[in-house]
């Protein structure tokens, strides 16, 4: 659901420290947040100056219309179902030919199907996290990203 101030905040990260756990080593990055505090624009997407709570940098964001975070949720929606029609089409034409004999035609299917999982995870993961924000080049842009909380 798309509400009228973005759900994604202003990010400053304060610390990077590496652990070793049982998988191995994990880099862990702690970030203090804080709200943007501007609501979504009626129509068109629109610029918008915000000051980080922890350091004070002034950042520009971008934030786009209700509208306009729907529309963009549904482009990486189509994303990954076209992502699944190919990934579908690139499996029954590599298995249309049991003895593969063409091994071009096996190379193509087995690249499709790999652009095609890429095209999957990313539309959809992208569909749920889509939140109509950027955080835009500025000077004091550097430590700083929009996260959810
Ligand atoms: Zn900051």
Redesign the pocket.
């Known amino acids: 659901m798309v509400t009228a101030t973005p759900a994604r905040q ?1 990010a ?1 990260l304060v610390d990077t420290r590496s652990e070793y756990r049982l998988t191995g080593e994990v880099v862990v990055m702690t970030y ?1 947040q804080y709200p943007l505090g501007v609501r979504r624009p009626e129509l068109h997407p629109q610029t918008y100056t915000v000051t ?6 002034e ?1 520009l964001i971008r934030v786009d219309s209700i509208e306009g975070t729907r529309m963009a949720r549904r482009r990486w929606l189509m994303l990954g179902l076209l992502g699944v029609l190919f990934l579908g089409s690139s499996i029954a034409i590599f298995f249309a030919d049991p003895l593969h004999r063409s091994l071009s035609v096996a190379l193509v299917t087995v690249v499709m199907a790999v652009g095609s999982l890429f095209a999957v995870i990313v539309g959809f993961l992208t569909s749920r996290l889509e939140d109509g924000t950027r955080l835009l080049r500025s000077p ?1 842009r550097e ?2 990203h929009l996260r959810y909380p």
Request: with cysteine; aromatic share 8%; proline share 0%.
């Open positions: 202003v400053h203090r980080c709570g922890f350091c004070g940098s950042l004091g430590g700083h």
